[in-house]
């Protein structure tokens, strides 16, 4: 293959994951400033987690929708727009009054952050060459855990250094930044035309795909791992002070060893994804390592440092079959209908995000930090037959119009 080929793939890959790098990011500068808008607007912890249950729910409706979006106006405009409202959103929170006004920002940046999974995978989809599209979803997936890992440290550091407003402003120079570079390079992101129904779509117009048993399975798998993403981010630290004795600093430590063992573990994925076409099987092993080392966790069997150590063996687990997920899915896809597919099968995981947190906290206010890991690794058994039941379902089709 070309060196300018090369040089193609590695600017696309790279502007989609600053873009959705950008995306992560943002999900978490209101929990980062918890500590600070619960006093400042005399807030209970149910109402603070309303922000985040808002944010998603917004953002899942939203990405079902913008796939549709994408594949009718073109992935570049639409992603160019949703990083757009991510700024403005800042800037709304930042000069937000009152609680009201904050649901509000948090509303205007789940529309934005909606954008972004079907946009990006069109993107990847149309201009990066097919022997390096798994390390393409590999970047794209690392860039998302760094916007998660850099968010919580960005917020609280400016917050500290000045206010919970100014840490917003900050942040809301970020996704304008992010407009610039896209603009510079936007040749390279230009759009295919769109394309004409053809043979291996399903008759009945923009909605057919809705009748493929992959999807909803691709939607079911989704859903039931953000469950578990869940229970790690919200709750994982919380329950390992209890279960492990450690105390809270050593416990955030073990969720940054999960996101940086993630990273890893999408690396190595990509270079396993672009070697196999059975990307469900090299789900089944990944997730299924994770879930038992989930379960050992729970039995509190380990010593405290172990527990870190087993963290970073469940991200990177993990991390692994995060290619492979991405690729299952491309393959379930019918012809010109990435953004739609992509759109709705994302929408799970933001539907997964927002159950998540009330199932783990039900879990803590019980008194029962043990199930948390129990149903964090229940749920990425239960992902196993969904991923295999999504293969099986596309290799029949692929028979079937043979």
């Known amino acids: 293959m070309s060196t300018a080929t090369l040089r193609q793939d590695a600017r696309v890959i790279g502007l989609v994951g600053f873009a959705h790098g950008t995306s992560h990011f943002y999900h978490l500068i209101l929990a980062a400033l918890f500590p600070w808008l619960k006093p400042e607007f005399n807030l209970s912890y149910a109402e603070l987690g309303l922000l985040m249950t808002v944010f998603f729910v917004v953002s899942g409706i939203g990405q079902a929708l913008a ?44 529309v934005g952050n909606s954008v972004f999974h079907p946009a990006d995978y069109t993107l990847l989809n149309q201009r990066v060459s097919k022997a390096r599209l798994a390390h393409g979803f590999s970047v794209h997936g690392i860039s ?29 120079a970020l996704p304008f930044i992010v407009l610039l570079i896209l603009f510079l390079n936007r040749h390279a992101l230009r759009p295919d035309p769109i394309a004409k129904a053809g043979p291996g779509q399903p008759a009945g117009g923009s909605l057919a795909f809705l009748g493929l048993k992959s999807v909803w399975m691709c939607f079911a798998f989704f859903f039931i791992t953000a469950l578990a993403l869940a229970g790690i981010q919200s709750f994982a630290s919380t329950a390992l002070v209890d279960l492990y004795g450690m105390s809270l600093g050593w416990a955030t430590s073990a969720y940054t060893a999960y996101m940086a063992a993630s990273a890893a573990g999408m690396a190595l994925g990509g270079s396993l994804g672009a070697r196999s076409t059975s990307h469900d099987r090299t789900i089944s092993i990944a997730f299924g390592s994770a879930a038992g080392l989930a379960i050992l966790l729970a039995l509190a069997l380990v010593p405290a440092w172990m527990a870190v150590v087993l963290m970073g063996a469940i991200g990177f687990a993990s991390g692994i079959a995060g290619p492979s997920r991405d690729l299952l899915i491309r393959a379930a896809a019918p012809p010109n209908a990435t953004g739609r597919v992509f759109g709705v099968v994302y929408s799970g995981l933001d539907s997964g995000l927002s159950v998540g947190p009330l199932v783990f906290g039900a879990l803590m206010d019980a008194h029962h930090p043990s199930w948390v890991f129990v149903f964090i690794g229940a749920f990425q058994a239960l992902a196993i037959a969904t991923a295999v039941g999504v293969g099986s379902n596309t290799r029949a089709v692929r028979l079937q119009n043979a």
């Open 144 to 172: 998302g855990n760094i916007g998660w890992a850099l968010s919580p440290i960005f917020m609280t550091f400016v917050t500290a250094m000045s206010s919970w407003r100014t840490a917003l402003l900050c942040a809301a």
């Open 67 to 110: 796939g549709f979006v994408v594949d009718r106006f073109g992935a570049r405009a639409v992603l160019c727009a949703g990083i757009a409202l991510l700024g403005v959103s800042a800037l709304a929170l930042a000069a937000a009054p009152s609680y009201p006004m904050l649901l509000a920002g948090a509303m205007l940046a789940g």
